[in-house]
């Protein structure tokens, strides 16, 4: 498998089929339809437990599904794949975790710069130097040789944000980006997630931040025992939503 960069620029849609995912005799995804196109920004929302994690980890094949398929581009996701492969197909795929998951015996921009070096071949002075243009995008150029032990959450989860886009991604996934974060870091990941949304990055986010949802995502999917009750633009979902899980979801975060 191939990502020319020609290709990367094209992606047109993530396509989700029947997608089912059980834990032994639990199902935490049952008979998931949903399509992502290109540029769009989708928000998954809604309460704990409900399989919103699960789903966008499958996106990306950190979890592995039972039934159904998940395509990128028309190319199935959860097909048999060598190990290269796999690590090609998810370099198109940029996750941003909810704890950072930085090495922290190796400085921001090491961070930063050691998958495109281990997955791409790039030569090392290249990765260096995008690492560093991609820091100063998030708003840490001054902290490329300082190790993640010695920065806050939010610059943390920003570095994190930094090295998905390493690869150059046509897709981001955040999976709870801000939810390990103090209340004023919050704010400045937020920032950064903005920024991409507003360059026309294809983004699916799972979040509580539901302010950020309103304003940034061009769709909303709510979630709830595993199953995908509710697609909307955001003006609807938060205006008028249809399903009465919903509503008491939305009546619960008010009050």
Same mark, same amino acid.
């Given at each position: ?16 089929? #029947? &997608? ?13 339809? +949903?399509?992502? !196109? *290109? ?85 090392? #002075? &290249? ?13 840490? +150029?001054?902290? !490329? *040789? ?104 939305? !009546?619960?975060?008010?009050?």
């Amino acid at each position: 498998m191939s990502t020319p960069a020609a290709e990367i620029q094209q992606v047109q849609t993530i396509r989700l089929s #029947d &997608v089912c995912k059980s834990y032994g005799d639990y199902a935490v995804l049952k008979n998931i339809e +949903a399509e992502v !196109a *290109r540029g769009e920004v989708v928000v998954i929302c809604g309460p704990s437990g409900s399989g919103k994690s699960t789903l966008i980890r499958t996106i990306n094949r950190l979890e592995e599904i039972n039934s159904g398929s998940i395509t990128l581009d028309g190319q199935n996701i959860h097909a048999a794949m060598r190990t290269r492969e796999l690590n090609l197909l998810r370099s198109r795929i940029g996750f941003v975790f909810q704890n950072f998951n930085l090495f922290p015996h190796l400085s921001v921009v090491e961070n930063v710069s050691m998958s495109p070096i281990r997955v791409k071949g790039v030569a090392a #002075d &290249v990765a260096h130097d995008k690492a560093l243009k991609l820091l100063d995008r998030v708003g840490l +150029a001054d902290k !490329a *040789r300082a190790y993640p032990g010695q920065l806050s959450g939010g610059q943390q989860q920003r570095v994190a944000i930094a090295r998905a886009l390493a690869m150059e991604p046509p897709v981001m996934l955040f999976d709870e980006p801000t939810s390990a974060l103090d209340p004023e870091m919050v704010g400045e990941v937020l920032a950064v997630m903005k920024s991409l949304a507003s360059e026309g990055m294809t983004m699916i986010c799972v979040t509580h931040e539901m302010g950020f949802a309103r304003d940034v995502a061009d769709r909303i999917w709510f979630i709830d025992a595993g199953q995908i009750l509710e697609t909307a633009p955001p003006e609807e979902f938060f205006k008028s939503p249809r399903h009465p899980r919903a509503q008491r979801f939305l !009546a619960d975060l008010r009050h």
